[in-house]
Each structure stands twice: as structure tokens, then as C-alpha cells.
């Protein structure tokens, strides 16, 4: 068995080998008056005949995140990838709420 493991936070992806969508995945509020937050649904896809892929041929493909817990605390979720018809793997993941993805805005510390 072959896995890709990727850090979330550095994913960099040369001829689209690896994409994620949204780029910049926000939590969303229920609504004004609520709380209650939404997490954001990110759609993360791998590409094995794209230039520059290493697995070309994988039997399955899992994605290990790293995600913050706090500024000083991280765990690590695996996510596996279903094959599609035109042979690329995707997933979609929804994350845990944590104080640093939902305060932080994309691209800013």
C-alpha cells in the first residue's frame, strides 16, 4: 500500500499534482445573532498522471494533515481518497472547530 502524506498548511502543488478547494478554506457563521459556526467543506484532489506526480500508480491514496489545535499544539487526521472514473483520487474533508482556523484569516498571521 502506497500513501502521500502532505502537510496542510504547506501544500504546494507544481502542474496541479495536488489541488485543494476552497484555496482558502473560512468558517462561516450560522448567522449574525448565532454562534454557531460552519465548518468549510474542502475538496482536496491528487492527480497521478499530472507532470511531476511520484505515485503514478497507486492502489490507495491517504492524506495526512496536521492540524492546529492551539499555537503551540497539533494532532494529525488521515484522510483516504476514493479513485474517480478519470482516474485521479479526491476526498472531501471537513475539519474540527479549533481556535486557530477559526479566528485566523487566510493569508494572515
Given at each position: 500500500m502506497k500513501s502521500l502524506a502532505l502537510l496542510f498548511a504547506a501544500?504546494?502543488?507544481p502542474a496541479q499534482v495536488v489541488t485543494v478547494e476552497p484555496a482558502c478554506p473560512q468558517w462561516q457563521r450560522a448567522s449574525a445573532t448565532d454562534g454557531h459556526m460552519i465548518p468549510?467543506?474542502?475538496t482536496i484532489r491528487?492527480?497521478?498522471s499530472a507532470?511531476?506526480?511520484r505515485f503514478?500508480?497507486?492502489e490507495t491514496v491517504r492524506l495526512i494533515l496536521a492540524n492546529?489545535?492551539?499555537i503551540n499544539r497539533f494532532d494529525s487526521v488521515t484522510v483516504p481518497l476514493?479513485?474517480?472514473s478519470d482516474g485521479s483520487w479526491q476526498a472531501i474533508y471537513t475539519p474540527k472547530k479549533n481556535s486557530i482556523i477559526t479566528k485566523r484569516k487566510c493569508g494572515r498571521r
Open positions: 501544500i504546494v502543488a468549510p467543506a474542502i491528487y492527480n497521478p507532470p511531476g506526480a503514478q500508480s497507486p492546529a489545535i492551539n476514493a479513485r474517480s
